[in-house]
């Protein structure tokens, strides 16, 4: 009998997100999403049971710490034990430095990174034991420079880079794989669709991410043999400028 394993995804969207979980599953992992509605997970979860694969999804608020510890623990407890870890949730909003409140900064860093470390404090507490396990942190064009109007989303992104090397250099050692690839680029998603159609015109020519590409590198990563690991890795489209 093959031991069950859950993935564990944090910011468990329609687009990444969901295409991480299912890639996940397909391979026999269990799919644990989370947002802060799991009523908007249903679709997700019901998708990847049509397919065959497993899934639950979870309404967790990722800033509190009381609610990540009681969902990893549920999980390790009631599910399978968590294999893989993934924190996807974005945070990007655009505010000239003069109009950023204190207020949008703390919520954004909060998200982007606060719940970051939450996720992978918890997660490295039910790995290390095992002496395995991966933990992969989304990254984004913000995490390696700031522009105008994104002090907040930079900060955050910065302050989970330098969380994710951290941690690479301690559980690396003690077998557990902690990744930080940057999406750099447009994403196909709702959101440019509708905001942006002169670039979500490119996707007839691969010109933007597909969030099926995005979890296969994701899959990739964690199959990666010990002796050559990755820790940051960027994934952009081949039209796009940097």
Known sequence: ?????????IGAG?????????????????????????DKLQPLVNDIRSSGGEAYGFGS??????????????????IAPIEVAV????????????????????????????????????????????GRGTIIFTGATASLRGREGFAAFAGAK???RALAQSMAR??????????HPVIDGAIDTEFIRTNFPERYAMKAE??????????EAYW?????????WTHETELRPWKETW
């Open 1 to 9: 009998m093959i031991d069950k394993k859950a993935i564990l995804i």
């Open 14 to 38: 329609d687009a990444t997100g969901g295409a991480i979980a299912k890639r996940f599953a397909r391979e026999g992992y269990i799919a644990c999403v989370t947002r802060r509605s799991e």
């Open 220 to 228: 990739q990563i964690h199959q990666q043999p010990r002796d050559a």
């Open 170 to 179: 301690e559980l690396w050692p003690k077998g557990i794989h902690v990744a």
């Open 87 to 130: 924190f996807n949730i974005g945070a990007n909003v655009r505010f000239s430095i003069t109009e950023t409140t204190s207020r949008v900064y703390q919520k954004v860093w909060e998200m982007a990174c606060f719940s970051g470390f939450l996720m992978g404090r918890e997660t490295a507490k039910v790995m290390l034991p095992r």
């Open 61 to 78: 608020d990722a800033r509190k710490e009381d609610d990540m510890i009681a969902l990893i623990e549920r999980i390790e407890r009631e």
């Open 206 to 215: 691969q010109g933007i991410l597909s969030p099926d590409s995005i979890a």
């Open 158 to 160: 910065h302050a989970l």
